[in-house]
């Protein structure tokens, strides 16, 4: 348990981070994400499972676990999919409102229908979440589950910190990038090849067959559990706390506040 941090991301090295993911993959974030992420709803829950050799339940297992959630709580989840996260917070406690984001409305028309499946009602928004059509102090907790490396943390975490309630919790989980070189040299190998392998089995399209390169390139370049707990800081989050999961941080769990 990471809790406190000596990482050496300052304002000026988030910056230049930033600028650099931007210059590398504006375009695929732009034109390619998309493309995969219509292709990919009716598997994409069981394709997580085969390319992460049945990791992704436990993964999602132990995010969802450790959100605190009380009864009237209205609830945001940011880059929803296929509402995974949200269909869990209900099972969790049915007494919250929750909302989940997407631009892909073909991964939110398949959580709809999951949400109904579980009988349970997600509001959906379709919309880019760099800016959240939310007033100020909206929401008691925000989640956000495995899409921050296709995103620019610098628009979209201020925004998150915005719409959340003072003293509200913002969870966060994803893929990191690990803190030890040996982990990450492995890691990066493997994802390319299950992803790839993935998208083949479940005879996907080109764009998802051709991502396990991106994939491990937005990788190579996101930020480890110590730096993405100084990115929260630097924006303005408090009491950041990080759990690193699965060999060496390969995923990292974050939970941090509003203050107020
Ligand atoms: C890997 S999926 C994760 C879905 C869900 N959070 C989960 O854990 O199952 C990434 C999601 O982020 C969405 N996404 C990526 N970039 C986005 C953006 N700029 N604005 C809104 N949604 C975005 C994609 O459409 C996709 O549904």
């Not at 940011?78 to 996260?85: E, I, K, L, R």
């Not at 390319?192 to 083949?200: E, W």
Request: with cysteine.
């Amino acid at each position: 348990m990471e809790t406190s941090s000596s990482t050496s991301i300052t304002s000026g090295k988030f910056e230049q981070r930033e600028e650099k993911r931007r210059s590398l993959f504006s375009r695929t974030w732009r034109e390619f994400i998309p493309k995969v992420f219509e292709d990919v709803p009716q598997y994409y829950r069981s394709g997580n499972i085969v390319a992460s050799l049945g990791l992704w339940e436990l993964w999602v297992w132990q995010f969802v676990r450790t959100i605190d959630l009380r009864p009237g709580y209205q609830a945001l989840d940011v880059c929803a999919g296929t509402n995974d996260v949200g269909i869990r917070l209900l099972q969790k406690q049915a007494d919250i409102s929750v909302t989940a984001i997407d631009r892909s409305k073909e991964m939110q028309e398949e959580g709809q229908h999951r949400a109904a499946k579980y009988h349970v009602k997600i509001k959906s928004v379709i919309q880019d979440v760099h800016t959240l059509p939310f007033p100020d102090n909206s929401f008691d907790v925000i989640t956000l589950q495995a899409a921050s490396r296709h995103l620019q943390l610098d628009r979209v975490l201020p925004e998150i910190l915005r719409v959340l309630k003072p003293g509200g919790h913002f969870y966060h989980c994803d893929m990191l990038k690990p803190s030890t070189r040996i982990v990450e040299w492995f890691y990066l190998r493997f994802l390319r090849v299950s992803v790839a392998l993935t998208a083949l089995v479940f005879g996907s399209t080109e764009a998802s067959r051709s991502c396990g390169e991106y994939f491990k390139d937005a990788i190579e370049n996101f930020y480890t559990p110590e730096e993405l707990s100084e990115v929260f800081r630097l924006i303005g989050f408090a009491n950041v706390r990080c759990r690193k999961s699965i060999w060496g941080g390969m995923v990292g769990f974050h939970n941090s506040q509003k203050s107020g």
